[in-house]
């Protein structure tokens, strides 16, 4: 059967990849259109129920929900492109280094990122907010840092098996340099075991953003994301408990369909279903 | 097993301070200058010294480095410029509630995840199986702390069975204070326990695919007998990973459920001390969390061996 042909077979990758691609192009559509602003405040209009006009209510300043949800969505996006980005590149550079030199190098590799885990993404931002201050910067720098020792043994594992393959072999008494032979075999290799851990850490990106911003410590106002809604909407949970919905169920859906989209990659690009299990590092959230 | 034990000794000694100075890098010595960061920008440079002094940020950063040590290890941990208190008398109560929180919520975790994860293993591709997988699949892609306000509307704000939030203390009676903390326990549970489930499952699933489980069902033995004699025991080391991975998330995520519930714990002190500017505060406290995540780690290595000696053997 082709690529093509399983992926649409399996359950997991179709429901996760029709989520993110609404989360995207939800995303997408919010920069050029919103139902109205998400900033404008209109406070006679607050707390308002869903209606015609105002599709999920309005939030306590009177601002509309749904624009607000939607342009939440680009937030979630930024914050997990450029957070994955850093822990992708870096993680996997260090990765395949320490698969390449082995020794005290690797050793070296593995000990930073065993310590890195001592400081979870939470306690980092908690850092980083105390010297320079809430923002949305701190939460990419926080959970950037946390994804890189996770890519880094992702990478060092797979690379290693790998460097035992009989075609590596070949190249390198073709003569080949070691450098070569990573960049040229080894990478394109681990690409699918790196790409399903992208969607997974893609994942516990929007969460950590979330509980970030919901503390206060990532994204700040005006700027709409759905943890700085769930944060407003519990002050009003008396009077408007409906607004506590609509921002958790926008965080769940697309984490949903992320992990969704990562585990039907693993099947797929692992035939033999032999690693069916969750092998992936559990999320910290 | 004597070499180690100690290797694993010196790697959890070295670990604690490379931590401390991460902590101290980043909150003393890059603001530059601790005094001007709580005073803010506008702070007139009399009283920026003044207080520089008072904190003793003004010697040199390896003496004030040790000096931190030297007080953490006799339990001095400094003044809260805040609250002019000493931050051991605002870190000991606010531990009270975090660390009951934490074991708390572990308990339930554990109790709910091995539950779930041994059922479906068992009822491997049937009904109770894909039940017990959708939900934790959607468990897993739950927030915490919206969980929490779930909890609280349900709980708390149409059924007014629970406090929405707020500690009464221990001195309240045993009762008062732990009803205060079944809401954020099962917020935590809940998401902990849906990870938990999943990996249950795929370990049992894995070691029942192993031929000593085969033999032992081909030899007579029931498979009752054979899971608790064969496949439990084989499948603890992946469970035991993520139980302490579980446990430190826990330790870390009571931050964020302690702002959900109101509750004056360790996350509640931390929280405010970003507020206040109270960098000592946040110091001692972010490096406390870590000290903890750090000792959890070095436990979960030492229970390996214990599970199976053999790992002692192997290069690390």
Known sequence: MSLSARAAGNRSFAVGGLLTLALLATAALSLVWTPLSPYLIDVPQKLQLPSARHWFGTDSLGRDVFSMLMVGAQNSILVGVI????????????????????????????????????????????????????????????????????????ARGSAKAIWQRDFVMAARAAG??????????????????????????????????????????????????????????????????????????????AVLGLNLLGDGLRDLLDPRGTRRAIAAPPARR | MGRFLLQRLAGFVATLVAASVVVFLVLEVLPGDAAQVMLGPEAPAETVRALAHKLGVD?????????????????????????????????????????????????????LGLTLGLYAASRHNRLGDIVVMSLSQIGIALPTFWVGILLILLFAVALGWLPAGGFPGWSAGFWPALRALILPAVALALVQGAILARVTRAAVLDVMREDFVRTALAKGLSPGAALRRHVLRNAMIPIVTVLGLQLS???????????????????????????????????????????????????????????????????P
């Open chain 2, 59 to 111: 010697r040199p950063p390896l003496a004030r480095y040790l000096g931190w040590v030297e007080g953490m290890a006799t339990g001095d941990l400094g003044t809260s410029y805040a609250y002019d208190t000493p931050v051991g008398e605002l870190v000991a109560p606010s531990l009270a509630l975090t660390l009951p929180l934490a074991a708390l919520a572990m308990t339930l975790n554990t109790v």
């Open chain 1, 176 to 253: 080949r340099n070691r450098l070569g032979i990573t960049l040229v075999h080894i990478l394109p290799n681990i690409l699918s075991v790196l790409s399903v851990q992208v969607t997974i850490q893609f994942a516990n990106a929007i969460l950590w953003e979330a509980a970030l911003s919901y503390l206060g410590l990532g994204t700040q106002p005006p700027q709409p994301s759905w943890g700085r809604m769930l944060n407003d909407a519990q002050a009003q949970l008396f009077q408007a408990p409906w607004l506590a919905l609509f921002p958790g169920f926008a965080i769940m859906l």
């Open chain 2, 249 to 315: 998330s826990l330790l870390v995520l009571t931050i964020v459920v302690e702002n959900v519930f109101s509750l004056p714990g360790l996350g509640h002190l931390i929280l405010n001390a970003i507020a206040n500017r109270d960098i000592v505060v946040v110091r001692d406290a972010v490096m406390l969390l870590a000290a903890m995540v750090v000792v959890v780690n070095f436990v979960v290595d030492l229970l390996y061996v214990a599970i199976d000696p053999r790992l002692s053997l192997r290069e």
């Open chain 1, 83 to 154: 957070a994955v980005s850093v822990g992708l590149l870096l993680g996997t550079a260090l990765g395949v280094l320490a698969a390449e030199r082995r020794g005290w190098v690797e050793e070296a590799v593995m000990r930073l990122a065993d310590f890195t885990f001592a400081f979870p993404a939470i306690l980092l931002a908690i850092m980083f907010t105390a010297v320079l201050g809430a923002g949305i910067v701190n939460s990419i720098i926080a959970i950037g840092i946390f994804n890189v020792p996770i890519f880094a043994r992702v």
